[in-house]
């Protein structure tokens, strides 16, 4: 039996990996994916963190770029290999965990490849579990081409004819960009235009210096300004939306209301002609295979600081699981670094009770 498993070998599984390294404690990181950094190179080949390399460095290890470099997707792939490769992280592929159930001294984690035991569990699996797309989207003719953007990868999936975009957030801008750019036909926009946009450097700095300097990254989730800023729409960062919305191929068409085989109707007219739809939505969390776990009115679990209701389950990676930093690439390292001090602290106290 391991003393812990580690659900998830992305940055914060890989992060907190680092500390229970160092704590000597016999621990083992489980991913359902294929290869180390899969999370990243399956989404869109454009790519780019929007974060220079200068911010983006892990635990006891810097990211290999020029300060000011913007990495790709393949970038963040291969700085996670080499991360495994340098701590000699012990980590299980092919792994998808299916179900967590608490026992009296030990979790049970099933997966298909059979069953784990182990004292502790963290979860790092990361806000991004279930694609979303409106409902309505089931009633849209089979000959309009959908998918959602975790699965987008270039305009080469794309039929011949007219393209929707639909979703206001960082990835519908950025595929909007692109797109539009190598479409020969009409592009729609469905969403908000009236989005906040942050360019990536101010005045010679890059925002994430800025952001550093004014502490924006550190408010904690609990505190006023925090509460404030996690339920605020997030800005889109270094895209010119303005810019895109005015290319003459695009044509911003308001939020998507609903749909009936080949009619998408829309707040400012109804398309009948559409030949691709790419869903920039979202996603809805799923937390709903940990037996006990209790979850908040938007699914995700209850925690202080990444500890559960559960003695001996923790989280890590959650979007605000304590900063604006914690689901960034940088930001994870503070997180994982106060688990473990917790866990060595709760350990002692157990030790002692």
Same mark, same amino acid.
């Given at each position: 039996m391991k003393d812990f498993i580690v659900v998830g070998a992305a940055q914060a599984g890989l992060a907190m990996a680092y500390y229970l390294d160092k704590m000597e404690v016999d621990y083992l990181v489980v991913d359902k994916?294929? @290869?180390? *950094?899969?999370? =990243?190179?399956?989404?869109?080949?454009?790519?780019?963190?929007f974060t220079p390399s200068e911010f983006n460095n892990m635990p006891g290890m810097q990211f290999?770029? @020029?300060?000011?470099?913007?990495?790709?997707?393949?970038? #963040?792939?291969?700085? &996670? +290999?080499?991360? $495994?490769? +340098?701590?000699?992280?012990?980590?299980?592929?092919?792994?998808?965990? @299916?179900?967590?159930?608490?026992?009296?001294?030990?979790f049970l984690l099933k997966s298909p490849q059979g069953e784990m035991r182990t004292r502790n569990v963290v979860i790092?699996?990361?806000?991004?579990?279930?694609?979303?797309?409106p409902p309505f989207s089931k009633k849209i003719a089979s000959e309009v081409f959908q998918i959602h953007s975790n699965y987008y990868k270039n305009h080469d999936q794309l039929q011949d004819g007219k393209t929707m975009v639909v *979703?206001?957030?960082?990835?519908? &801008?950025?595929?909007?960009?692109? $797109?539009?750019?190598?479409?020969?036909?009409?592009?729609?926009?469905? *969403?908000?235009?009236? #989005?906040? $946009?942050?360019?990536?450097?101010?005045?010679?700095?890059?925002? =994430? =210096? =800025? &952001?550093? +300097? /004014?502490g924006f990254l %550190?408010? %904690?989730?609990?505190?006023?300004? *925090?509460? +404030?800023?996690s339920k605020s729409r997030q800005p889109v960062i270094g895209t010119d939306v303005k810019e895109i919305l005015d290319r003459e191929n695009v044509e911003p068409v308001g939020k998507t209301k609903n749909a009936e085989d080949h009619k998408i109707v829309t707040e400012k007219?109804?398309?009948?002609?559409?030949?691709?739809?790419?869903?920039?939505?979202?996603?809805?969390?799923?937390?709903?295979?940990? @037996?006990?776990?209790?979850? /908040?009115?938007?699914?995700?679990?209850?925690?202080?600081r990444g500890v559960s209701n559960i003695d001996g389950l923790y989280f890590i990676g959650l979007p605000w699981l304590h900063t604006r930093g914690s689901a960034t690439l940088g930001g994870i390292k503070k997180d994982a670094?106060?688990?473990?001090?917790?866990?060595?602290?709760?350990?002692?106290?157990?030790?002692?009770?």
């Open positions: 994916e294929t @290869e180390i *950094g899969a999370s =990243w190179l399956n989404r869109w080949d454009s790519l780019k963190l290999p770029a @020029e300060k000011g470099h913007y990495p790709s997707k393949t970038e #963040v792939a291969q700085y &996670f +290999k080499s991360y $495994v490769q +340098k701590f000699d992280i012990p980590v299980r592929l092919n792994t998808l965990i @299916e179900s967590i159930t608490h026992h009296d001294d030990h790092a699996t990361g806000p991004f579990h279930i694609p979303y797309t *979703g206001a957030g960082d990835s519908g &801008f950025q595929i909007l960009d692109e $797109v539009s750019e190598k479409a020969d036909d009409k592009v729609y926009f469905s *969403g908000t235009t009236d #989005v906040r $946009v942050l360019p990536q450097e101010i005045l010679g700095k890059t925002l =994430w =210096w =800025w &952001f550093t +300097k /004014t %550190s408010f %904690s989730r609990n505190s006023w300004l *925090g509460r +404030k800023l007219k109804t398309l009948t002609d559409l030949k691709n739809i790419i869903w920039a939505t979202g996603y809805r969390p799923n937390f709903n295979w940990i @037996e006990g776990l209790e979850l /908040t009115k938007d699914g995700y679990p209850k925690h202080h670094a106060y688990l473990a001090d917790y866990i060595k602290q709760h350990s002692l106290e157990t030790a002692l009770s």
